[in-house]
T-cell receptor, first 111, second 114 residues
């Protein structure tokens, strides 16, 4: 099916563990984004990518790593998870100047 | 500095009444777009309406309209004839064409009362 999919939908992990959240889109959109959503903060941009092998930091990049070896995939890795990274994570994609299409989100709990 | 400001954390509106959700923005880029998204309790992000910085007329999409006042840097969402299904979080966002980043506000929780 065409669209943007995130996996897993829910994830529980422990502090210090590495976690990777996956994002896959089938539209061949140039741009992909990672946001985290926390109460009182709205959606905050973690990283975004303009094309394969081009990534840039957003507002809150510390503690996160991204890669984009293929246009359709944009995984987000928490190298050593902390409790403050407990959040809902949204991936989105778009073409230049266009609206964002969002995935369903990943609810991550770090214990 | 906050690029997108939504000053109303929560609002109530009577069913069938109109409601305005406020959004102000800050940018030095002359080319940008403004978006509104709805997030119901189920969590998905639903695109509602878009306004480009060069658009002469206010955008409208069904019961949604965007009151765009460029000089004041405001982009308020107006929902006419509110329905119970409009109860949700609403986010304003801006995309500056130069950077292509998309910045969101903190959101307004709208509750429609029967």
């Amino acid at each position: 099916d065409a669209g943007i999919t995130q996996s897993p939908r829910y994830k529980i992990t422990e502090t210090g563990r590495q976690v990777t959240l996956m994002c896959h889109q089938t539209w061949s959109h140039s741009y992909m984004f990672w946001y985290r959503q926390d109460l009182g903060h709205g959606l905050r941009l973690i990283y975004y990518s303009a094309a394969a092998d081009i990534t840039d930091k957003g507002e809150v990049p510390d503690g996160y790593v991204v890669s984009r070896s293929k246009t359709e995939n944009f995984p987000l890795t928490l190298e050593s998870a902390t409790r403050s990274q407990t959040s809902v994570y949204f991936c989105a994609s778009s073409e230049t100047d266009e609206k964002l299409f969002f995935g369903s989100g990943t609810q991550l709990s770090v214990l | 500095a906050q690029k997108i400001t939504q000053t109303q954390p929560g609002m109530f509106v009577q069913e069938k009444e109109a409601v305005t959700l406020d959004c102000t923005y800050d940018t030095s880029d002359p080319s940008y777009g403004l978006f509104w998204y709805k997030q119901p309790s189920s969590g998905e992000m639903i695109f509602l309406i878009y306004q480009g910085s060069y658009d002469q007329q206010n955008a409208t999409e069904g019961r949604y309209s965007l009151n765009f006042q460029k000089a004041r840097k405001s982009a308020n969402l107006v929902i006419s004839a509110s329905q119970l299904g409009d109860s949700a979080m609403y986010f304003c966002a801006m995309r500056e064409w130069g950077y292509q980043k998309v910045t969101f506000g903190t959101g307004t929780k709208l509750q429609v009362i029967p």
